[in-house]
């Protein structure tokens, strides 16, 4: 990736205010601040890594002398006591970023290899793995990076980047015909417009008003196979995007022939903190 946002940059701020608040009294009390310190972050578990270059900046932003060796690369597969950092510099701002640093390792590396395992599964089906918006606040640019970096891929960022029409959408304009429509006369004609329909009278209807893509939810694997039809006899090809219950468990079960994406929260909302932890190799 290129460079830290600023936006990333000012939660890592408050995320180290919220942590170190008047001082890490513990090791102000306990360690001169003039001690140098050489220190290893490193997996103890395996996992796939991402995060580095936010764990990274951690430091940097505590102590911009400390010296930073990425010993490994976001995306790699790293194994039980592989190194992902080597940090030099003083022991007290070593410190003070540990517990940032490695909670940001843990989350997104999780988020990555539960990704892994989904993308796996998917081998060879021709299907694209997408994430959600289901992402912990503020932290949705990086949690959608560990996504990338496990192999899967980003649907919509935000609200601002894409038209989906959901059922509350739906009820609200007053109809699936009726969504579509008042969107269609509003945005740009670049934009895509991609409709979630729970059953095949809206996909019927999706489809008689020409969308992009559409998101089949909460559908049963058998049901998928006559929505998959229906859609290729209607003459129309929209893109398809499955989601809804989806696990690591059943996801190849989804993945028919003539489906384009599965999409899924689970990657980001219930991904498991892998271990990861650092450990102060020497003293000076």
Request: one cysteine or more.
């Amino acid at each position: 990736m290129s460079g830290i946002p600023p936006a990333v940059r000012e939660f890592l701020e408050r995320a180290l205010s919220e942590d170190i608040g008047s001082g890490d009294i513990t090791t102000l009390h306990t360690i001169d601040p003039d001690v140098q310190s050489s220190a290893v972050i490193l997996a103890k578990e395996p996992l796939v890594v991402a995060g580095i270059p936010f764990s990274a900046e951690v430091f940097r932003i505590l102590d911009s002398t400390i010296t930073i060796e990425h010993l490994t690369e976001d995306g790699n597969e790293v194994p039980p006591g592989g190194k992902l950092l080597a940090l030099k510099g003083r022991a007290v701002n070593i410190l003070a970023g540990e517990r940032l640093a490695l909670n940001l390792l843990q989350r997104l590396s999780g988020i990555a290899t539960l990704t892994r395992k989904f993308v796996k599964e998917l081998e060879g089906s021709g299907v694209t793995l997408l994430d959600t918006r289901k992402t912990t606040p503020c932290m949705r640019f990086m949690e959608k990076h560990a996504v990338r970096m496990g192999g899967g891929k980003n649907h919509r960022f935000g609200l601002f980047d894409g038209v989906l029409i959901k059922d509350n959408h739906i009820t609200a304009a007053g109809g699936l015909r009726e969504a579509i429509r008042k969107v269609r006369g509003n945005v740009h004609h670049l934009m895509k417009i991609e409709v979630e329909v729970g059953n095949l009278k809206e996909l019927e209807a999706a489809l008689e008003e020409g969308v992009d893509i559409v998101m089949i939810d909460n559908f049963t694997p058998s049901e998928i196979r006559k929505a998959v039809e229906m859609v290729i006899n209607s003459g129309q090809r929209p893109a398809i995007e499955v989601s809804g219950g989806i696990t690591l468990q059943n996801i190849r079960d989804y993945a028919i022939k003539g489906v384009d994406f599965i999409s899924t929260g689970s990657i980001t909302h219930s991904a498991r903190a892998v271990d990861i932890s650092l450990e102060i190799t020497g003293i000076s």
